[in-house]
């Protein structure tokens, strides 16, 4: 907050502080950028790093590590590191966060084809729910993360899995 104070000039409120004035290289003012928090206040400014390098570390582990392992850097930089933008990591490593699930239920149902569903994606949620739960002592849902779906069945059924999938093979009729 006293390195935003220092950067706004003649701010009357809090409020202030968010609208950051976009200047060129002689001093004109281009625009002033309302923004929604502070932290993007300080990103507008240039005085505060983006998450390129969690993103970056994320894909790096993603080559090699286990999706439980991922799950563990995930909820290790959310917690930690605080990330400006959680859902953008959260989207990009979602799928590699689950693969383990996918495998689990590919091994279980040969005979399907059976792809990534919602059901993968919560079950990955409720463990970095977890995690993030007994580090941060927040739900997911305050940090603009999906929140997951607690009373779902087990699903170890193959017509129930089979029917859950995104993507399932269609038998053509002979």
Same mark, same amino acid.
């Given at each position: 907050m006293r390195l935003l104070l220092h950067h706004v000039r003649g701010p009357?409120?809090? !409020?202030d502080l968010k609208n950051v004035i976009v200047r060129d290289e002689d001093g004109d003012i281009l625009e002033i950028k309302p923004c929604s928090t502070y932290t993007e206040a300080y990103q507008v400014l240039g005085l505060l790093e983006?998450?390129?390098? *969690?993103?970056?570390?994320m894909e790096e582990?993603?080559?090699?590590?286990?999706?439980?392992? *991922?799950?563990? *850097?995930?909820?290790? $930089?959310?917690?930690?590191?605080? $990330?400006?933008?959680?859902? @953008?990591?959260? !989207?990009?490593?979602? !799928?590699d966060m689950t693969k383990d699930f996918?495998?689990?239920a590919r091994l279980n149902n040969p @005979?399907?084809?059976i792809e990534?569903?919602?059901v993968f994606l919560n079950n990955t949620l409720i463990i970095l729910e977890d995690r993030i739960l007994s580090i941060t002592g927040h739900k997911l849902v305050?940090?603009?993360?999906p929140e997951p779906v607690h009373d779902q069945p087990e699903l @170890?059924?193959?017509?129930? $899995?089979? !029917? @859950?999938?995104?993507?399932?093979?269609h038998f053509e009729p002979t």
């Open positions: 009357i409120s809090f !409020e983006d998450d390129s390098h *969690l993103y970056q570390a582990a993603a080559m090699s590590q286990s999706s439980a392992q *991922l799950r563990n *850097l995930f909820a290790i $930089l959310f917690a930690v590191c605080g $990330l400006s933008k959680p859902i @953008t990591l959260w !989207e990009s490593q979602k !799928e996918l495998h689990q @005979t399907d084809n990534y569903s919602d305050l940090f603009g993360l @170890t059924s193959k017509d129930v $899995l089979r !029917e @859950t999938s995104m993507m399932f093979k």
